[in-house]
């Protein structure tokens, strides 16, 4: 069975740093396409940041600069450090994984098969 286990969330004040950890268990996603979306109250969910199985990066512009997204797939697990963190940041963060290994980047929440139930951030103004 195949699972995606997010943590590192939690509560920081603005201009603050988290790092989240999703590790993934069931099978090995080393060659798959993997992504962070994000969900805040009363909004639709959004892309956040992905990451091809050989490294190649993309991100939305709202996070571009202060977010970084990475891989380990020795551990099969895939990072997102946050910082500069801004009120607007708080959500619940999931992160998702493709069945497949198209080397492709994927912004739309479509292209991925597997997700995790989620961590909470709440950024403090």
């Known amino acids: 069975q195949v699972q995606l286990v997010e943590s590192g969330g939690g509560l920081v004040q603005a201009g603050g740093s988290l790092r989240l950890s999703c590790a993934a268990s069931?099978?090995?996603?080393?060659?798959?396409?993997m992504g962070w979306f994000r969900q805040a109250p009363g909004k639709e969910r959004e892309f956040v940041a992905s990451?091809?199985?050989?490294?190649?990066?993309y991100y939305a512009d709202s996070v571009k600069g202060r977010f970084t997204i990475s891989r380990d797939n020795a551990k099969n697990t895939v990072y997102l450090q946050m910082n500069s963190l801004k009120p607007e940041d708080t959500a619940v963060y999931c992160c998702?994984?493709?069945?497949?290994?198209?080397?492709?980047?994927?912004?739309?929440?479509?292209?991925?098969?597997?997700w995790g139930q989620g961590t909470q951030v709440t950024v403090s103004s």
């Open positions: 069931g099978r090995t996603f080393s060659a798959s396409t």
């Open positions: 990451i091809t199985g050989s490294g190649g990066t």
């Open positions: 998702a994984a493709d069945r497949e290994a198209y080397g492709r980047i994927w912004v739309g929440e479509y292209e991925y098969d597997y």
